[in-house]
C-alpha cells in the first residue's frame, strides 16, 4: 500500500449495503465484524481492499453479493438448540397440531431461519423418532434462509464431528447418520423430509402454504424494531389458527402482535395463534 | 453437582474441571480406570456424573463403564465418553457398555453444556444463555 492512499472508511457503507440486503443491524461496535469476515471475501476474490470490494459491489456484481451476505449472516446453530423447545414440539405442540388435522392428514413445519441444517433435521428426527404415524400423513418440513452457503451445507447434511459435537445424542448420531472420511452424513430418509430454499425474510415472501408451526429462532435479534414487527407479522399470516410460533430461547416477545397466546411447556414457552 | 473427570492427560483433565466448575460443578479428578475405581469405592457421595476417556494405561475407559455398570448403587451416576474415537462402531461399544452420551474430542465448551443439558444435568440458565448467541 503506498503511504498516500489513507484507508477509506467503507464501513458506513457496508452497514447500508447489509441492512438493504439483509435487514442486519451493524451497529458501530460490529466494525471489527466487517472487517474480519470480509477479509476473506476481499482475498478470495482478488481484491486488495474493503474500497475495492465496495466500488464492485456497487457496479452490481451478483457473485460478490452472495459472498458478502453469505459471510455477514451468522450462521451459528447446533442440533435441538436449548432443548426444551424441542420437546415441546413433541410432548406438546405436534400432538396438538395431529388432533386438529387429523381428518386432513398434513402437516406444515416452517424452520425460517434455517442455517446449516440442524434445526429442520431435529425436526425431522423427532418426528421419525416418535412420531410412526405420520409416515401416512402428507408432512412437509419447509426449511428456508438467506444465507445461499449456509443452505448449500445443510442440503448437502454433511457435517463434522464439531458440528455432530453440538448436541446431538449419541443414539441419534448412529441411527440416522453414517461416517464418510471426516465426516458424518445424514441419512436420505431423512434428508428427503426436508425441503430447503432461499427465502430472505426481510423482502416479499413468496407463497407459502399456511403452517402448523413455524420456527422462527435466533434470527430477529439481528433486526431492529420495525423489521421484527414486520417478519413477525408475516409469521402470523402464514400460520393456521391453532398453530405455533417457536422463539429462540433469549427472544422477547414484547414485538408479538396480537392474537398469539404464550403457553408453558417442557420448561419453554410457545406461542400459538389464537382461533378465531 | 458433583463430577469426576478421568483422563490420563493432565491437560485435558484440567480443561473438562475448568469448564464443570464455571457451572458450578465440585469436581474430582482420576488419572485412569483404576485410579477412578479407587475413587468412586471411597467416596463417601457418588458423583452425579463421571467423564470418560476411553484410551488411559491402568483399565481404559471402555472397561471402567463396564465395571461401573455393574454395581447397582452406581447406576444413578450419569455416564459421558469423552474421546478421539470418532468411528461408529466405537460409540456403539461405549453406548452398549453403558455410556448415556459421547462426546468427540476435540471439543468445544459449548459442545459440553449442550451434551449436558441434553442429559438433564442441571446447566445453570446463565451458562447455556452465554452459548456462543446468535
Ligand atoms: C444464528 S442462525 C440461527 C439458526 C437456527 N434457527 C438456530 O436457532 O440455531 C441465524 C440465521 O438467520 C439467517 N438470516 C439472517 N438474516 C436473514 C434474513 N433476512 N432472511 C432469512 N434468514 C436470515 C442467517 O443466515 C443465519 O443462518
Redesign the pocket.
Known sequence: MTLTAREEDTFPFFQDYIFAK???VLTEEKRYLVETRLAPVVQQANLSCLGDLMRALLRGDRQLETAVVDAM??????WF?DKSPFEALRDHVLAERMTANSGRRALSIW?A???TG??PYSVAMILEAHFPELSFWNVEILA????AG?LARARQGRFSALEINRGLPAAHLLQYFSREGAHFQINDSLKRRVLFQQ????QTWPVIPPQDVI?L???LI?FDAPTRQRVLAGVRANLRPGGFLLL?AAETTRELVGGFVPISVAGTTVYQLKEN | MRALVVDDSRAMRALLTNILQSIGAEVTQAKDGCDALARLRSADRLPDLMLVDWHMPEMDGLELIKQVRKDPAWKPMTVMMVTTESEQENMVRALLAGADEYLIKPFTRDAVLEKLNLLGVHVPEQALAALTG?
Open positions: 439483509s435487514a442486519i449472516t451468522t450462521n451459528e446453530t447446533s438448540r424452520s431461519a434455517c442455517s440442524q434445526e428456508t434462509d438467506l444465507a449456509a427465502l430472505n425474510l426481510a420456527l429462532r435466533n434470527v439481528y429462540g | 446468535g
